[in-house]
Structure formats: structure tokens, C-alpha cells
């Protein structure tokens, strides 16, 4: 018989949820977003959890992402199917939106994480995958592909004297004009692990995960900050035929790259209202594009 699971209540990113997951299930949840409050109505959010999985059900697009591939059908403006490689899920949204799990570990799962971020959407916040740092004048983030240097431009800042928000994924609020920071630490390549290593004493044991060595901003030192005004965006560019340099950046072309950052919105309602605000953000903050030299990372100075 399996074990029943006392529902648990936390928050995370403004939304008060309600599990009966296995708290190992739901732990990235806790760990990324868990420190950010953000202002306002409160919103509900319950996931539920079966043992098991599900069969696909209608017509489906397949979504990629940096780690996995997973096939979404819409059954309507308000509900979707996720189907991962070892989890599924059903989102219904409305006034208390609901994330029904069906899995057979208790692992977290990439679909689970697809829907938080569809109803962090719907609540006006737009997640972007960038690095993120915070200096004075308020937030600069870093965008580019997987490889492009993100991390290493992060750490670049760092040495500069600027305090870190995120490495890999922010929440920008259009609404307050506000970027915040989910990550507790850097996601370190091994070429980016080695450069680092150059600047920071690294003591203790690190956490690999993904291919990735985790290394928590205490461990190099520095203070987090969690949340900064955005003011600007840096578009990065490896195995470009120009010359390294920075160079201005088109309206359009800032769109694209900001649209890439956020992965794919899951409805065509959330999609609409991303690419509005995405519109609104090209033209409000500064902007430059940076093209890099091929090879491992260099030292700033």
C-alpha cells in the first residue's frame, strides 16, 4: 500500500499552494522561488499527486527545452496536458489554478516545472532565462543561447563589483518593473568552473547536477540580492563572423531575443499578453549586443 501524503502549504513567487505531493517531487519549487514575495492579491495553486502515468490525449506540439522534450495538447484556453519523459501533467487555470501530477517516481519532473511557469504567466510575471545582476542603477541581464557566456559574464560583473541576482532563470513583473532572482548559486561549466577558480577560492564539497558543478554565492563570497529594478539587457553572440565588441541592437531583434529567453508560453491567450510586455521592455531599458571571442572564457581585467 502506498504511503498517504499529508498535503503541505507553502508559498512560492505570490502563490499560496496546497500539495499532497511527495515533498521531493515539488522541491525545486521550494528551493527556487520559495524567498520571493511579491506584492499583491494572493493567488491558490494545489497539486495533486497520482502514481502512475497518463496517455496522451488529443493532438500534441512537441516543446523542447534545454534538458528534455515534452508534448503539450490544449484542450482548452483554460486547460493542458504535459507529457514528459517520466511525468505528466493537467493544468487548469482560473481564480485558483491546479496542477495534477501523475508520475511513477517521486523525482521533480520537467512538465511540473513547464506548468508552475504557465501560471506564473497567467498572474503577470514573465519568466526569462538569463543571468542577472544587480549593481546601482538597478539590473542588467544577460541573454543568449545555451554556451554563449552567460555565466561568464556574470562572474565578469561580479569581479567588477556587482552583486548577483540569478544565473540562470529571473522573473521579471512588468508591472513593478522589477527583476527577481531565483537561483542560489552559479551553474558552472567545466571551462566556466575552471575560470572562476582563477578568482574565488572554491573550499568545500560542490554539488554536480545536470553536468553542472552548483557553487552557492556564499562559497565565493559574495551577497545575493534577490530582487532590482531592470535597466538594462546585453544580448551575447559566440562564433559570430564580426569582431568581438559591443555593438547597438535593433528594436526587432531585441523582441527575438527576449522572447527566446522566456521559453515557449503554453496558451495562445499567455503568449499574446508575453509578447505585448516583450514589446514594451525592448524599447524601456538600455540595450547593447555583445560579440564574444571563440574559445574559453577569458579574465576581464
Same mark, same amino acid.
Given at each position: 500500500?502506498? =504511503?498517504?501524503?499529508?498535503?503541505?502549504?507553502?508559498?512560492?513567487?505570490?502563490?499560496?499552494?496546497?500539495?499532497?505531493? !511527495?515533498?521531493?517531487?515539488?522541491?525545486?519549487?521550494?528551493?527556487?522561488?520559495?524567498? *520571493?514575495? *511579491?506584492?499583491?492579491?494572493?493567488?491558490?495553486?494545489?497539486?495533486?499527486?497520482?502514481?502512475?502515468?497518463? *496517455?496522451? &490525449?488529443?493532438?500534441?506540439?512537441?516543446?523542447?527545452?534545454?534538458?528534455?522534450?515534452?508534448?503539450?495538447?490544449?484542450?482548452?484556453?483554460?486547460? %493542458?496536458?504535459?507529457?514528459? =519523459?517520466?511525468?505528466?501533467?493537467?493544468?487548469?487555470?482560473?481564480?485558483?489554478?491546479?496542477?495534477?501530477?501523475?508520475?511513477?517516481?517521486?523525482? !521533480?519532473?520537467?512538465?511540473?516545472?513547464?506548468?508552475?511557469?504557465?501560471?506564473? &504567466?497567467?498572474?503577470?510575471?514573465?519568466?526569462? #532565462?538569463?543571468?542577472? @545582476?544587480?549593481?546601482?542603477?538597478?539590473?542588467?541581464?544577460?541573454?543568449?543561447? @545555451?554556451?554563449?557566456?552567460?555565466?561568464?559574464?556574470?562572474?565578469?560583473?561580479?569581479?567588477?563589483?556587482?552583486?548577483?541576482?540569478?544565473?540562470? %532563470?529571473? %522573473?521579471?513583473?512588468?508591472?513593478?518593473?522589477?527583476?527577481?532572482?531565483?537561483?542560489?548559486?552559479?551553474?558552472?561549466?567545466?571551462?566556466?568552473?575552471?575560470?572562476?577558480?582563477? #578568482?574565488?577560492?572554491?573550499?568545500?564539497?560542490?554539488?554536480?547536477?545536470?553536468?553542472?558543478?552548483?557553487?552557492?554565492?556564499?562559497?565565493?563570497?559574495?551577497?545575493?540580492? @534577490?530582487?532590482?529594478?531592470?535597466?538594462?539587457?546585453?544580448?551575447?553572440?559566440?562564433?559570430?563572423?564580426?569582431?568581438?565588441?559591443?555593438?547597438?541592437?535593433?528594436?526587432?531583434? &531585441?523582441?527575438?531575443?527576449?522572447?527566446?529567453?522566456?521559453?515557449?508560453?503554453?496558451? !495562445?491567450?499567455?503568449?499574446?499578453?508575453?509578447?505585448?510586455?516583450?514589446?514594451?521592455?525592448?524599447?524601456?531599458?538600455?540595450?547593447? =549586443?555583445?560579440?564574444?571571442?571563440?574559445?574559453?572564457?577569458?579574465?576581464?581585467?
Amino acid at each position: 500500500m502506498r =504511503e498517504v501524503i499529508s498535503p503541505q502549504q507553502f508559498t512560492a513567487a505570490g502563490l499560496q499552494i496546497e500539495s499532497d505531493a !511527495p515533498s521531493a517531487l515539488t522541491s525545486h519549487l521550494h528551493g527556487r522561488f520559495s524567498h *520571493i514575495q *511579491i506584492p499583491g492579491a494572493p493567488h491558490h495553486l494545489t497539486i495533486r499527486y497520482n502514481h502512475g502515468r497518463q *496517455i496522451h &490525449r488529443g493532438e500534441t506540439i512537441l516543446l523542447r527545452t534545454s534538458t528534455s522534450a515534452n508534448a503539450v495538447s490544449t484542450s482548452t484556453d483554460h486547460q %493542458l496536458w504535459i507529457y514528459g =519523459e517520466h511525468q505528466d501533467v493537467l493544468l487548469t487555470l482560473g481564480s485558483s489554478s491546479s496542477i495534477e501530477v501523475w508520475s511513477e517516481t517521486d523525482a !521533480p519532473g520537467e512538465p511540473l516545472s513547464l506548468a508552475f511557469l504557465e501560471v506564473l &504567466r497567467t498572474i503577470g510575471i514573465i519568466p526569462l #532565462h538569463a543571468a542577472v @545582476t544587480s549593481e546601482d542603477h538597478g539590473a542588467s541581464a544577460f541573454l543568449g543561447e @545555451t554556451g554563449s557566456g552567460k555565466t561568464t559574464a556574470l562572474i565578469s560583473a561580479l569581479l567588477s563589483g556587482a552583486q548577483p541576482l540569478t544565473d540562470g %532563470l529571473g %522573473l521579471y513583473v512588468p508591472g513593478m518593473r522589477l527583476v527577481f532572482g531565483t537561483d542560489p548559486g552559479l551553474q558552472c561549466q567545466t571551462d566556466t568552473l575552471a575560470f572562476l577558480s582563477q #578568482h574565488f577560492p572554491l573550499n568545500g564539497p560542490l554539488t554536480v547536477a545536470h553536468g553542472k558543478t552548483l557553487v552557492p554565492w556564499a562559497t565565493i563570497g559574495t551577497c545575493w540580492k @534577490t530582487q532590482a529594478p531592470l535597466a538594462e539587457a546585453c544580448v551575447l553572440r559566440r562564433n559570430d563572423l564580426r569582431a568581438p565588441g559591443d555593438y547597438h541592437l535593433p528594436v526587432s531583434q &531585441r523582441v527575438m531575443a527576449l522572447w527566446a529567453s522566456t521559453g515557449m508560453p503554453l496558451r !495562445p491567450r499567455t503568449r499574446d499578453w508575453t509578447l505585448a510586455h516583450l514589446k514594451m521592455l525592448a524599447s524601456q531599458i538600455h540595450w547593447c =549586443e555583445r560579440v564574444l571571442p571563440d574559445g574559453p572564457p577569458t579574465d576581464p581585467g
